[in-house]
C-alpha cells in the first residue's frame, strides 16, 4: 500500500482501504503521539468495539491485564525512541475470549527523519503460544513425576496446565478409593473447596456426578 507522506488518515482512499482490509491481520495507523487515526475492518470485528473505544485500549479490557503494564512500558518507549518494537500480548476477542498476538510497529519518516505515522500489524500466534505452553507444562510434570513430587501437588499442577491451556475452563481431579468406591481426596486449585467437599467420602455412583458416571461406564 502506498499513502502520500502528506495524506491523513480521513484522506486514505477506498482502494487502500479495501487493500487494508484484506490483509489476514489486524492493521492499524497510528499519529507520531500514539493516537490511533485508523483500523482495518478486521480489528473491529474482532474486538467488536469502535474506533473512539480501541483509542482507549491503555484503560480498557482489550488487552490483557496480565500483559498491560509491558505493552505500556515498550509502546511508550518506543514512541519516545522512534524505534521499531514487538510484543507478544493477549487481545480481547468480542466475546471475551483472549488470544496471543505479535504486536509489531514500525515507524514512517519524512525526509528530515521526523516520524509522521506509525504502522502496527497484531498477528494471531495463539496456536503456536499454547503448543509452546502445553510442551513446556509436560515437561514440568514429567520432572515432577521424576523428582518425586507429591500426588497432591502433581494433580494440581496437572489441573493448572488444563486450566493455562483451556479458555474458560475449570479442571478437578477426583480419586476414589478402590475398596470402598468412595470419593477420598482430589485436586481442584480454582474451585471453591465447598464444591468438592460436598462429595467426599460419597458412593461413586453415576447419580453423584460425572466422575461417577465414568467410573461406572
Sequence with gaps: MVVSLESSADEITRDARLVVDSIPGLVALLAPDDDILFVNRRILEYTGGTLEELKQWSTGDSVHPDDLPQVIRIFTQSVASGSAYEIAQ????????????????????????QVIRWYVLLTDIDERKRAEALLAG???????????????????????????????????????????????????????SSYSDAIMGLPARPDVGPCGMWRHA
Excluded at 505479535?102 to 519524512?110: K, T
Design 90 to 113: 493477549r487481545l480481547r476477542r468480542s466475546d471475551g475470549i483472549y488470544r496471543w498476538f505479535q504486536h509489531s510497529g514500525f515507524a514512517l519518516r519524512d525526509a528530515t527523519g
Design 138 to 192: 509436560e515437561k514440568r510434570l514429567l520432572e515432577m513425576v521424576a523428582s518425586g513430587s507429591p500426588l497432591p501437588t502433581f494433580l494440581e499442577a496437572l489441573c493448572r496446565l488444563v486450566e493455562d491451556n483451556a479458555a474458560n475452563c475449570h479442571c478437578s481431579v477426583y480419586l476414589i478409593d478402590e475398596k470402598d468406591e468412595v470419593f477420598q481426596s482430589y485436586a481442584a486449585p480454582s474451585l471453591p
